[in-house]
């Protein structure tokens, strides 16, 4: 079992820059390929970004590719997503989620493959 706790969320203008971090605990994280998934309100649940197990492999969303990036710390237990050049419509509740199957055995771009997941972090972007 994994538990995970999402931070870094909030308030900023458009262009800004926010970091998430997602600090897991109560299982290997090594073991674990790491994702970000958001949902705004009224929206199905959407894949952000995702990283392998030792962070060598790294897929995004096209709607954030360039302006996102993802790394882990092994060392800390912690997941990180880079958030830049923010738009209004990245507003949503950020989740990380883990599973031990994503990239090396299953598909990583939908939540049903994720077996763990955060309370998620609220981002919110001004216009």
């Known amino acids: 079992q994994v538990h995970m706790v999402e931070s870094g969320g909030g308030l900023v203008q458009a262009g800004g820059s926010l970091r998430l971090s997602c600090a897991a605990s109560?299982?290997?994280?090594?073991?674990?390929?790491m994702g970000w998934f958001r949902q705004a309100p009224g929206k199905e649940r959407e894949f952000v970004a995702v990283?392998?197990?030792?962070?060598?492999?790294?897929y995004f969303a096209d709607s954030v590719k360039g302006r996102f990036t993802i790394s882990r710390d092994n060392a800390k237990n912690t997941v990180f997503l880079q958030m830049n050049s923010l738009k209004p419509e990245d507003t949503a509740v950020y989740y990380c989620?883990?599973?031990?199957?994503?990239?090396?055995?299953?598909?990583?771009?939908?939540?049903?493959?994720?077996?763990?997941w955060g309370q998620g972090t609220q981002v919110t972007v001004s216009s």
């Open positions: 109560g299982g290997a994280f090594i073991s674990y390929g």
């Open positions: 989620a883990a599973d031990r199957d994503v990239i090396v055995k299953q598909p990583y771009g939908s939540s049903r493959f994720y077996a763990y």
């Open positions: 990283i392998s197990r030792n962070g060598t492999l790294t």
